[in-house]
């Protein structure tokens, strides 16, 4: 029997065949195919006379675009000749004229062109003949069409000149493609001349994306160049050194703020101090030999809430001269019982107006007890030397026992205050301050606070945010930068006196050579309507912005707050982690956080993968 002998079964393989097989063309008047997309071609035929360093990065940066850039060096003494015929003939215009429109367009192009001479003669500047064709391409009409309205839009931007190349799509794209095949009809349309430093002046690889004197290495931009960053940089548009760093859980919000601002504050000799929700920053401050302090209570975190901070002296500061004694110092006890008293409102929202005054008028009396009245200077107290709550408690059960017409108002008071003299959160607040706070990285680990009550954290917060400004301010030589993660927390729209307190620290912490950064996950935590006027502020005010990835009601709240152009939504709406759009006064830019290896290993893995 004979067999036939078929040999293997080939299959095709369709993802080589897309690959070798040419790929469909298609040209049309304005526009052309290629394989699945839309594309059209543009030139570009006039420059502005100025322009800055890079200021090509803006046309060769745009998405869904193919740019290509052509020079051609020409003979000196042609050139200059032909220039000299151009600026007789403009001249010529310019003196017979009788349009405004005409004469101011003739003496411009004299004035462009003796600057060119000048180049050209006298300092043997290079001059050559530059075309730009810029390619938008898309698979979607719709994309399509948007794209070619922001390259249009974007050249007119830059003071240039765009135009659409009809019934030569063909040759255009010759010259965008690798072989880059010149073509007399097209260079005979944006043929433009140009010094050879001027090109190369504006090309994106020849702008520094952004570079301090003095600064640290930050982050990288879009095209790989370092972001050399110095935070407490003064001058043009930059007041402040405070950040506000908004993205979605899993974006690499903290992971970058911990390697490449704090890591590098710290290394520079700023005193750095966290509040810390999610226990993130423990294992870095311990790595840097910091102190971490569980901020819910314990041995070392106690904060004596009736303990007088002492008062910054700022004779600009309007709220606080109505504290002034007659010697233009701060009255330290007026201002504490203005704190006291939003501490109490915080930690016991049902205090009405009488027990508030009841409440004050015991505090003065038991500070006058311990020796301290209106004019005493509380920097030279130690933290045992002032009462701690169970005195204020035991003060008021004594008066809960009397007659008196305020009986009943006594009585509310020593249940109110029982919990947090003898209950279950005087371990919080009734002893003596035991924080310690010598070394130069300070973390308050707050995790242990979630499980608690509103009120609780509250006032917790506010206590923190008091104690850290009393650091802060302390020292006007000393840099310290306060860094309040997950600082939705400390935001409540029923009750804004924290957030109120964080705006304040804000707004005057530049003044004591100090930075404030807040991190948020979404805007709409702190745009509420009701506390919109302060928690804009935190986002207003900050000179540096770093918004990473988010999408929905976010992203559109985010668009609206920093004008964001589309290629900016774009790019967050990827939440492609570690990019980032970075704000620096002015400036923007897309940056990315390439974080080294051995600054990964000191973040230990409490901020998850």
Request: glycine share 8%.
């Amino acid at each position: 029997m004979n067999r036939k002998n078929t040999g293997p079964i080939i299959r095709a393989n369709n993802a080589l065949l897309n690959v070798v097989a040419p790929v469909g063309m298609n040209f049309t008047k304005n526009t052309l195919s290629v394989g699945e997309n839309i594309a059209k071609i543009y030139g570009v035929t006039r420059f502005p006379s100025k322009v800055s360093i890079g200021w090509l990065s803006s046309l060769t940066g745009l998405n869904d675009t193919i740019v290509t850039i052509g020079f051609e060096p020409c003979d000196n003494n042609d050139l200059l000749n032909t220039i000299s015929k151009n600026i007789k003939a403009e001249a010529g215009i310019r003196d017979s004229s009788n349009s405004p429109r005409e004469i101011i367009r003739a003496e411009k192009s004299v004035e462009d062109n003796t600057g060119l001479i000048e180049k050209v003669d006298h300092e043997n500047e290079t001059v050559g003949f530059v075309t730009i064709n810029i390619m938008a391409l898309s698979d979607d009409e719709g994309k399509f069409m948007k794209t070619c309205k922001i390259v249009e839009s974007r050249v007119i931007a830059k003071k240039c000149k765009i135009r659409s190349l009809p019934n030569l799509q063909k040759e255009s794209f010759e010259a965008v493609s690798p072989s880059f095949a010149q073509n007399e009809k097209i260079n005979s349309i944006i043929h433009r001349i140009m010094p050879l430093s001027t090109l190369m002046g504006g090309i994106p690889f020849a702008a520094a994306g952004f570079s301090d004197p003095n600064g640290y290495h930050f982050a990288n931009d879009h095209l790989g160049g370092l972001i050399m960053l110095a935070p407490w940089h003064r001058g043009g548009d930059r007041g402040n050194s405070n950040f506000a760093i908004v993205g979605k859980s899993g974006t690499g919000k903290s992971t970058a703020i911990k390697a490449m601002l704090i890591m590098n504050e710290f290394m520079m000799g700023t005193k750095i101090i966290v509040i810390d929700p999610e226990s993130e920053f423990r294992d870095l401050c311990r790595f840097h030999k910091g102190s971490w302090i569980n901020a819910a209570g314990g041995s070392k975190g106690m904060i004596n809430p009736l303990q007088i901070r002492p008062s910054p002296k700022d004779e600009d500061d309007e709220n606080e001269k109505l504290y002034l004694d007659e010697g233009m110092g701060l009255n330290d006890l007026a201002l504490h019982i203005k704190n006291l008293e939003i501490f109490f409102s915080l930690y016991l929202p049902s205090l009405t107006d009488m027990h508030m005054a009841i409440l004050k008028r015991e505090l003065i009396l038991l500070y006058a007890d311990f020796g301290i009245t209106w004019d005493t200077d509380a920097s030279s107290f130690s933290a045992t030397d002032f009462p701690v709550i169970k005195d204020l408690y035991d003060r008021i059960s004594g008066n809960a026992g009397n007659s008196s017409p305020d009986f009943p108002h006594y009585q509310d008071l020593k249940s109110l205050l029982y919990d947090i003299a003898q209950g279950a959160d005087s371990f919080l607040w009734n002893g003596h301050t035991t924080v310690e706070s010598g070394e130069n990285f300070i973390c308050f680990d707050t995790n242990a606070l979630v499980g608690m009550g509103n009120n609780v954290k509250r006032a917790q917060y506010f206590l923190l945010l008091q104690y850290c400004w009393e650091k802060s301010s302390a020292n006007r030589e000393e840099r310290v930068m306060l860094i309040a993660d997950e600082a939705h927390l400390m935001v409540d729209p029923q009750v804004p006196e924290s957030l109120i307190y964080l705006h304040n620290y804000s707004k005057r912490i530049r003044k004591y050579e100090g930075a404030l950064v807040v991190i948020f996950q979404s805007l709409v935590d702190v745009l509420d309507p009701s506390i919109k006027r302060y928690g804009q502020a935190l986002l207003d005010n900050p000179c540096y912005k770093i918004i990473m990835g988010t999408d929905g009601q976010n992203l559109k709240e985010t668009t609206e707050l920093f004008n964001l152009t589309d290629a900016e939504q774009e790019l967050l709406a990827k939440k492609k982690r570690g990019d980032a759009l970075f704000i620096a006064g002015s400036s923007r830019m897309k940056i990315h956080f390439k974080i080294p290896q051995y600054k990964l290993d000191c973040l230990g893995t409490a901020a998850g993968r």
